[in-house]
C-alpha cells in the first residue's frame, strides 16, 4: 500500500509563468504526476520506475510584451465627472488610444464618459463594482462585483469586457498559489488580468508633480521596465496626472514609442476584447438597464431627500430651540405668569378606562393625592373585558370624589364624552388610565384658566416605566422631541395636541367644537385643532406631569405610532380647509400643518427606507470584510 502512494505525484509550490508581458491569465490548472512502480516485495525495494505523466502546478501565460516600442496608456477609478472628460480631450487632440478600468459606483452615474471613450477607440476594463480590497472579502463577493459591473456596462455601452484589473494591484502577479484566487477566478470568468510595471504614483497627493509623472513614465519606457502605464483618472484628486498627460504623450512619441490600447498589445481589435452585445441578449439588457436606472434613480432619491432632511430638520430644530427660549423668558422672566391664589372652580379628572385592572388603582390614587381642592374623579369603564369595573367598585363605590360609570364599548373619544355629560365643572382634565400625575398637577394646570382666551392647556408628559432601551429612548423622545415642541409652538398658538395622559380643557371650548372626536384616532389632536380654530389660545404647562406607561415591546411601539400617525393625518385631513391659510387657520395652519406633513408624515414614511439603506450599507461593508 506505500508503493501505491508513491504513484502519484504532487505538483509543487511554483508558478509556472510563460509568455512575456502584463496582460496575464490562468491557462493551466495543477496536475498531479503518475508513474509505474516495479517493487520487490522479497528484498523490499523498487527496481523500477516508469514515469508516465509529470506533476504541473498552475501555468500563467502572459501577452503584450512582445514588441518593446509599443506602450499602453491606462486609467484606474474613473470615471470622474471632472478629470476623465480632461483626460479625453487630451487623448482626442494627440488621437491616441488608452484602456479605462473603470469602477461601478462611478460609472453608474457617468455612463456618456464610457460611450465617449469607446467611440474614440479606448478599451474599458472591469474593476469591480466598488472598489474593495478583494484580498479580504470571498471569492463569491469577488464574483459578484465583476459580474454586476458586467451588465452595467452591457446596459449602458451594449459592450462587455474581458479586461480586468484588481482594485489596488492586490495579487495582480501572484507569487505563489496561495495568492493565485483572485487571477484564477478572473480568469476561470473569462478574463484578462491587466498589470502595470510602470507606476509613477500619480496618486500620490501632494507629493508627485507632473513633470515627475513624466519623467518617471518616459524613463520606465526607456528602461524597457514594462509596456502598461498605470496613471487615474479617478478617486480623488487628479490634476497632476490631467497636467501630466501632454507631457507623457509626446516624451513617448519624441522617444520613438507607440502609444496602443491594451487591445492591441494583445494583438486584436477592440470588438475581440469588448465584445458587442448580440441580439439575442437585447432583452437582458433591457432589463439590467431598467434595474440600473431604477437603483440608481433610488439611491439618488435617497441622498437628495437625506439632503433635505438634514437641511430642513436643522432648520426646524434651530427655530424650535429659538422660540423655546423665547418662551422660556417671556414666562419667567419678562412676562412671568401671576395667578390668582383665589382661583379654584370646580374641577372634573376624567379617566377613559378599557382593560385596565392592573394600574387603574394607582393612577387614581395619584389624583386623589392631589393638592387641589375642588375636583371630583370620573371614572368611565368603556366596556371592558376584564375586572376594572370591580376593582374600581369594590374600592371607590362609597368614596365622595369617586364617580364610576360603566358602558358599552365604543373608543377612547367615546369615553371621555360620557364622562363629560356627567358633569356640570367648568373645566376638565383627562388623562389615560395608566398615566400617574403629582399632587400639583391638577393645580399647574388649571391656574391657567384664569386668562379667559386659554382653551386647553398641554401638561408635560413624562415616560413612567424606563424599563428597558426601547422605553428610556421614549422618555428621551419625549423631552426632547414633544415637550420642546409645545414649549415653542405655544407661542404662535400651534400646539398641535394636548396629550391625552395629560392635559386640562375648557368645558364650554369642548363643547363648542363637538366634544371629542370618533372620526379619527387622534381625538386630542382633532379636538386641540378645532379648539384653536374656534379662537381659543392653548398653551403649555412644563411644570404639570404625568408619567404614562409607554410600550415596552416592539409591537406594541409600532401599532401605537402608527395609531398616532394615521390619527394625525385623519387630523390633518379633516381640517385641510385652514392648511395654508393665515387668514382663517393662522399658525396653525401656516406653520403647525406644514410642520406636521413634514416631519411628522412624509419624512417618518421615506425614513425606513433611508434606515434600510443604512442597514445595507452597513452589511456590506462587514460582508466585504469577512
Same mark, same amino acid.
Given at each position: 500500500?506505500?508503493?501505491?502512494?508513491?504513484?502519484?505525484?504532487?505538483?509543487?509550490?511554483?508558478?509556472?509563468?510563460?509568455?512575456?508581458?502584463?496582460?496575464?491569465?490562468?491557462?493551466?490548472?495543477?496536475?498531479?504526476?503518475?508513474?509505474?512502480?516495479?517493487?520487490?516485495?522479497?528484498?523490499?525495494?523498487?527496481?523500477?520506475?516508469?514515469?508516465?505523466?509529470?506533476?504541473?502546478?498552475?501555468?500563467?501565460?502572459?501577452?503584450?510584451?512582445?514588441?518593446?516600442?509599443?506602450?499602453?496608456?491606462? $486609467?484606474?477609478?474613473?470615471?470622474?465627472?471632472?478629470?476623465?472628460?480632461?483626460?479625453?480631450?487630451?487623448?482626442?487632440?494627440?488621437?491616441?488610444? *488608452?484602456?479605462?478600468?473603470?469602477?461601478?459606483?462611478?460609472?453608474?452615474?457617468?455612463?456618456?464618459?464610457?460611450?465617449?471613450?469607446?467611440?474614440?477607440?479606448?478599451?474599458?476594463?472591469?474593476?469591480?463594482?466598488?472598489?474593495?480590497?478583494?484580498?479580504?472579502?470571498?471569492?463569491?463577493?469577488?464574483?459578484?462585483?465583476?459580474?454586476?459591473?458586467?451588465?452595467?456596462?452591457?446596459?449602458?455601452?451594449?459592450?462587455?469586457?474581458?479586461?480586468?484589473?484588481?482594485?489596488?494591484?492586490?495579487?495582480?502577479?501572484? %507569487?505563489?498559489?496561495?495568492?493565485?484566487?483572485?487571477?484564477?477566478?478572473?480568469?476561470?470568468? +473569462?478574463?484578462?488580468?491587466? *498589470?502595470? &510595471?510602470?507606476?509613477?504614483?500619480?496618486?500620490?497627493?501632494?507629493?508627485?508633480?507632473?513633470?515627475?509623472?513624466?519623467?518617471?513614465?518616459?524613463?520606465? *519606457?526607456?528602461?524597457?521596465?514594462?509596456?502598461?502605464?498605470?496613471?487615474?483618472?479617478?478617486?480623488?484628486?487628479? #490634476?497632476?496626472?490631467?497636467?501630466?498627460?501632454?507631457?507623457?504623450?509626446?516624451?513617448?512619441?519624441?522617444?520613438?514609442?507607440?502609444?496602443?490600447?491594451?487591445? /492591441? =498589445?494583445?494583438?486584436?481589435?477592440?470588438?475581440?476584447?469588448?465584445?458587442?452585445?448580440?441580439?439575442?441578449?437585447?432583452?437582458?439588457?433591457?432589463?439590467?438597464?431598467?434595474?440600473? !436606472?431604477?437603483?440608481?434613480?433610488?439611491?439618488?432619491?435617497?441622498?437628495?431627500?437625506?439632503?433635505?432632511?438634514?437641511?430642513?430638520?436643522?432648520?426646524?430644530?434651530?427655530?424650535?430651540?429659538?422660540?423655546?427660549?423665547?418662551?422660556?423668558?417671556?414666562? $419667567?422672566?419678562?412676562?412671568?405668569?401671576?395667578? &390668582?391664589?383665589?382661583?379654584?372652580?370646580?374641577?372634573?379628572?376624567?379617566?377613559? *378606562?378599557?382593560? %385596565? %385592572?392592573?394600574?387603574?388603582?394607582?393612577?387614581?390614587?395619584?389624583?386623589?393625592?392631589?393638592?387641589?381642592?375642588?375636583?371630583?374623579?370620573?371614572?368611565?369603564?368603556?366596556?371592558?373585558?376584564?375586572?376594572?369595573?370591580?376593582?374600581?367598585?369594590?374600592?371607590?363605590?362609597?368614596?365622595?370624589?369617586?364617580?364610576?360609570?360603566?358602558?358599552?364599548?365604543?373608543?377612547?373619544?367615546?369615553?371621555?364624552?360620557?364622562?363629560?355629560?356627567?358633569?356640570?365643572?367648568?373645566?376638565?382634565?383627562?388623562?389615560?388610565?395608566?398615566?400617574?400625575?403629582?399632587?400639583?398637577?391638577?393645580?399647574?394646570?388649571?391656574?391657567?384658566?384664569?386668562?379667559?382666551?386659554?382653551?386647553?392647556?398641554?401638561?408635560? /408628559?413624562?415616560?413612567?416605566?424606563?424599563?428597558?432601551?426601547?422605553?428610556?429612548?421614549?422618555?428621551?423622545?419625549?423631552?426632547?422631541?414633544?415637550?420642546? #415642541?409645545?414649549?415653542?409652538?405655544?407661542?404662535?398658538?400651534?400646539?398641535?395636541?394636548?396629550? !391625552?395622559?395629560?392635559?386640562?380643557?375648557?368645558?364650554?371650548?369642548?363643547?363648542?367644537?363637538?366634544?371629542?372626536?370618533?372620526?379619527?384616532?387622534?381625538?386630542?389632536?382633532?379636538?386641540?385643532? !378645532?379648539?384653536?380654530?374656534?379662537?381659543?389660545?392653548?398653551?403649555?404647562?412644563?411644570?404639570?406631569? +404625568?408619567?404614562?406607561?409607554?410600550?415596552?415591546?416592539?409591537?406594541?411601539?409600532?401599532?401605537?405610532?402608527?395609531?398616532?400617525?394615521?390619527?394625525?393625518?385623519?387630523?390633518?385631513?379633516?381640517?385641510?380647509?385652514?392648511?395654508?391659510?393665515?387668514?382663517?387657520? +393662522?399658525?396653525?395652519?401656516?406653520?403647525?400643518?406644514?410642520?406636521?406633513?413634514?416631519?411628522?408624515?412624509?419624512?417618518?414614511?421615506?425614513?425606513?427606507?433611508?434606515?434600510?439603506? =443604512?442597514?445595507?450599507?452597513?452589511?456590506?461593508?462587514?460582508?466585504?470584510?469577512?
Amino acid at each position: 500500500a506505500l508503493v501505491d502512494t508513491l504513484k502519484t505525484m504532487p505538483y509543487g509550490y511554483d508558478l509556472d509563468y510563460e509568455g512575456k508581458g502584463e496582460i496575464l491569465k490562468v491557462t493551466g490548472s495543477p496536475q498531479k504526476g503518475n508513474a509505474d512502480l516495479t517493487y520487490d516485495a522479497v528484498r523490499n525495494v523498487i527496481t523500477q520506475e516508469n514515469i508516465k505523466t509529470y506533476p504541473e502546478g498552475y501555468i500563467i501565460t502572459r501577452w503584450g510584451g512582445q514588441d518593446s516600442k509599443k506602450i499602453a496608456l491606462t $486609467f484606474d477609478d474613473g470615471p470622474d465627472p471632472n478629470y476623465t472628460p480632461r483626460v479625453l480631450s487630451v487623448l482626442e487632440q494627440y488621437n491616441v488610444p *488608452a484602456t479605462f478600468f473603470a469602477v461601478g459606483l462611478s460609472a453608474s452615474q457617468n455612463p456618456a464618459l464610457l460611450k465617449r471613450a469607446v467611440a474614440n477607440g479606448s478599451d474599458i476594463g472591469n474593476h469591480t463594482f466598488t472598489h474593495p480590497d478583494i484580498t479580504r472579502i470571498r471569492i463569491a463577493q469577488f464574483r459578484v462585483e465583476l459580474n454586476a459591473l458586467q451588465r452595467l456596462f452591457e446596459s449602458q455601452i451594449g459592450r462587455y469586457t474581458l479586461l480586468f484589473r484588481p482594485p489596488y494591484a492586490e495579487d495582480v502577479e501572484p %507569487e505563489t498559489p496561495s495568492q493565485i484566487s483572485t487571477i484564477l477566478t478572473a480568469s476561470q470568468l +473569462g478574463y484578462y488580468t491587466v *498589470a502595470m &510595471h510602470i507606476d509613477p504614483s500619480d496618486w500620490d497627493q501632494p507629493g508627485t508633480s507632473a513633470d515627475t509623472i513624466v519623467q518617471r513614465v518616459v524613463d520606465g *519606457a526607456k528602461n524597457g521596465d514594462g509596456n502598461i502605464v498605470l496613471l487615474h483618472d479617478g478617486g480623488g484628486n487628479r #490634476d497632476q496626472t490631467v497636467a501630466a498627460l501632454p507631457g507623457i504623450i509626446t516624451g513617448l512619441q519624441s522617444a520613438g514609442f507607440q502609444l496602443v490600447s491594451v487591445s /492591441s =498589445l494583445l494583438g486584436v481589435n477592440q470588438d475581440t476584447m469588448m465584445p458587442p452585445v448580440t441580439p439575442a441578449g437585447r432583452f437582458i439588457i433591457a432589463v439590467n438597464a431598467i434595474t440600473f !436606472g431604477v437603483t440608481e434613480g433610488f439611491g439618488g432619491f435617497m441622498k437628495f431627500f437625506f439632503f433635505i432632511g438634514i437641511v430642513f430638520g436643522l432648520a426646524r430644530l434651530s427655530f424650535i430651540i429659538v422660540l423655546a427660549l423665547i418662551q422660556k423668558a417671556k414666562n $419667567f422672566f419678562v412676562f412671568k405668569r401671576r395667578f &390668582h391664589p383665589d382661583f379654584c372652580p370646580a374641577v372634573s379628572v376624567i379617566i377613559p *378606562a378599557y382593560n %385596565e %385592572e392592573r394600574v387603574i388603582i394607582q393612577t387614581i390614587e395619584s389624583i386623589l393625592k392631589s393638592d387641589y381642592s375642588q375636583f371630583d374623579i370620573i371614572v368611565v369603564d368603556d366596556g371592558s373585558t376584564d375586572k376594572t369595573w370591580n376593582v374600581v367598585r369594590e374600592k371607590y363605590a362609597e368614596h365622595p370624589t369617586v364617580r364610576i360609570f360603566t358602558k358599552k364599548n365604543g373608543g377612547k373619544s367615546s369615553a371621555l364624552n360620557y364622562g363629560i355629560a356627567q358633569t356640570d365643572a367648568p373645566f376638565l382634565v383627562t388623562l389615560d388610565a395608566d398615566t400617574q400625575f403629582q399632587p400639583d398637577t391638577i393645580s399647574k394646570l388649571v391656574r391657567h384658566f384664569t386668562d379667559p382666551r386659554i382653551g386647553a392647556v398641554a401638561g408635560n /408628559s413624562k415616560v413612567g416605566n424606563r424599563t428597558n432601551i426601547l422605553t428610556k429612548w421614549q422618555a428621551l423622545e419625549y423631552i426632547v422631541g414633544q415637550n420642546l #415642541d409645545r414649549r415653542a409652538f405655544e407661542l404662535l398658538n400651534a400646539i398641535t395636541v394636548v396629550p !391625552g395622559s395629560v392635559g386640562a380643557w375648557r368645558r364650554d371650548a369642548v363643547l363648542q367644537v363637538g366634544g371629542f372626536s370618533s372620526r379619527t384616532l387622534a381625538e386630542d389632536a382633532d379636538l386641540t385643532f !378645532g379648539i384653536i380654530r374656534h379662537g381659543y389660545r392653548v398653551v403649555y404647562e412644563d411644570d404639570a406631569y +404625568g408619567f404614562t406607561e409607554a410600550p415596552d415591546t416592539v409591537g406594541a411601539f409600532v401599532r401605537q405610532r402608527f395609531r398616532w400617525m394615521y390619527g394625525t393625518m385623519q387630523t390633518v385631513f379633516k381640517h385641510r380647509k385652514v392648511f395654508l391659510n393665515v387668514r382663517h387657520g +393662522g399658525s396653525l395652519g401656516f406653520i403647525a400643518m406644514p410642520n406636521i406633513l413634514l416631519f411628522q408624515i412624509i419624512f417618518p414614511l421615506v425614513s425606513p427606507f433611508i434606515d434600510l439603506a =443604512l442597514v445595507l450599507s452597513l452589511l456590506w461593508a462587514e460582508i466585504q470584510h469577512l
